[in-house]
């Protein structure tokens, strides 16, 4: 049965009342989000070498539960900033992104021209522009399936381009670079490997600047469809706490990073998935969303698919508002005015009875001492500012659940929270996976190592913390593995991570959960995303 199909009503199986969602009305004409796993083209601008200025990204996405046709696909001509000023869309590319052609990638193999005002081509101005495409498919597009979009761009030697996508090697995502067009053809008819300068080993899985990040690839900013079943349809103000955390070796399988896109896109059996439409990044603050330099993405982007598209209706069907933890402050109430501050701006602009679902902050903790590696409750601390229990944070998630800005809130510091101690994270402790098998490199503490192996198969991405030495605790993110045959498992972890750690024989196992006291590690991540009941999506109705 659809999940459209549900209401409030009995559950015949037990003759017991079953709260469930109120029946959904649908719009199939309404285009609406229809991917998970969306990016951005964000942080930095990269520079176009030669015999690699031609370029093609081949990205896979989820579409939503319900069936999709007549699939709106825009680029951008613009970036977003990383950090203090984020999310100001400030990083631009030197000329306009040159598209040469894009095609939908059909599960059933066939592909389908994504078209630019009739033309297979199209160029997005630089700093301004957002370039629509439309595709039509023969037939609808089943719910829940995997689709990817092929982008072919270009530009000149030496000009500098945009991008935000990390090819995530394990779902079959592609980056090719050719000196020109033909060879760049070439290369993605035959589905080859990646080009090596474009999805470097050294660089796979890792965060930074242009010269240490993984290569960004350029691809679509969103992408909505038409089918919508009526269901509540998210816009999210969002900082790196939605997916920061995860990059790209860690990606479930429709491309999902981080805890709200994984809870968002969970098929409940009862409440649904929810499609949605992250609006920021790393380094958002509310204070800067929806405000000088940062008002394109709502301007000539989402507005434009409302009143051009929409026929006046906005591609989405209520707020999530998650942002707060970039503009902290050591007095509550001016914490907590700019997060306010962006839900008026928002009902300003969309209207009075626009509905707004506030999200209390999360903590952030620090090891203590530093060298135990968040491996134990008893490791960690948290300032005043910090502290949800007693503190600042406390202070100004009480004036979140109390502001009737919101129609309702989610407070998610339980579900973050470890069971023992509320407003403290889950720690390693609680994750054993047994030992290291030997011991990594030849101990001499000079000589690095980028291998290590472990007595199971852990997860792609996830991070690994060890006792390198007795009571000594450390960690890597696991970017690769290979099957020894006889039950362990030898993985290679991140680029970035490759140092001379002395490592014990044998030394105890466990999974990471914390990366840095403000982000969680992948296990963290599955900890408080399984954590938060489907049934606070009912706070997602009028």
């Known amino acids: 049965m659809p999940f459209g199909d549900l209401n409030f009503g009995l559950d015949l199986s037990t003759s017991n009342a079953r709260v469930g969602p109120p029946a959904w009305v649908p719009d199939a004409n309404r285009y609406m989000p229809a991917a998970t796993g969306i990016h951005w083209p964000q942080g930095f601008v990269q520079t176009y070498a030669a015999g690699l200025n031609y370029q093609c990204s081949k990205l896979f996405f989820g579409s939503p539960s319900y069936p999709t ?3 709106l696909v825009p680029f951008l001509g613009f970036g977003l900033t990383d950090g203090g000023n984020a999310p100001q869309e400030t990083i631009n590319p030197s000329a306009d992104m040159l598209v040469d052609k894009t095609f939908f990638l059909h599960p059933d193999s066939n592909k389908y021209p994504i078209l630019f ?141 981080g805890v709200l896109g994984r809870y968002l896109d969970e098929d409940d059996d009862v409440w649904g998935s929810t499609p949605h439409i992250f609006m920021g990044l790393p380094g958002a603050k509310s204070q800067n969303e929806l405000t000088t330099n940062a008002m394109k993405r709502w301007d000539s982007f989402l507005d434009v698919v409302k009143n051009t598209y929409n026929g006046g209706l906005d591609p989405w069907s209520f ?100 069971d023992r101690a509320i407003g403290k994270p889950p720690t390693a402790e609680l994750f054993p996976i047994g030992n290291v098998v030997g011991h990594p490199g030849n101990q001499d503490g000079v000589t690095t190592w980028s291998t290590i192996v472990l007595p199971l198969q852990v997860p792609l991405g996830c991070r690994i913390q060890f006792e390198y030495q007795p009571g000594l605790y450390t960690s890597r993110t696991i970017r690769d593995l290979a099957d020894n045959g006889n039950g362990s498992w030898t993985a290679t972890v991140n680029g970035d991570e490759v140092f001379a750690t002395n490592v014990q024989d044998n030394a105890p196992l466990f999974y990471q959960t914390q990366v840095d006291g403000i982000h969680e590690a992948l296990h963290g991540i599955l900890y408080m995303a399984g954590r938060i009941p489907q049934a606070e999506k009912a706070k997602f109705y009028p």
């Open 319 to 418: 707020v999530l508002d998650q942002p707060g933890r970039n503009d902290n402050n050591a007095t509550a109430s001016t914490w907590v005015s700019p997060k306010f501050a962006l839900v008026d701006r928002v009902k300003t602009r969309y209207g009075a009875d626009t509905h707004v679902v506030g999200m209390t902050i999360q903590p952030t903790v620090t090891s203590n001492p530093s060298n135990q590696n968040y491996h134990a409750l008893a490791n960690i601390a948290v300032a005043t500012l910090w502290d949800a229990v007693g503190g600042t944070l406390k202070a100004v998630n009480d004036l979140i659940k109390a502001s009737t800005r919101y129609a309702k809130v989610i407070d998610i510091v339980p579900y973050w929270s470890d």
């Open 69 to 71: 046709n007549e699939f």
């Open 117 to 257: 005002g009739g033309n297979i081509a199209g160029a997005a101005t630089a700093a301004t522009g957002v370039l629509f495409g439309l595709v039509t498919l023969p037939d609808w597009l089943p719910g829940r399936s995997i689709y990817g979009i092929e982008t072919y761009y270009h530009g000149a030697v030496g000009a500098t381009y945009i991008g935000g996508y990390r090819c995530q090697r394990h779902r079959g995502e592609k980056y090719w670079a050719a000196g020109d067009l033909a060879a760049l053809e070439a290369l993605a008819v035959s589905n080859g490997p990646s080009t090596a300068d474009r999805d470097p080993d050294a660089r796979y899985n890792c965060l930074g600047n242009v010269s240490t990040s993984q290569p960004l690839a350029y691809g679509p900013a969103q992408i909505f469809a038409k089918g919508w079943d009526g269901r509540p349809v998210a816009m999210v103000p969002s900082d790196s706490l939605v997916e920061r955390q995860e990059l790209a070796a860690s990606a479930d399988a429709r491309r999902n990073l």
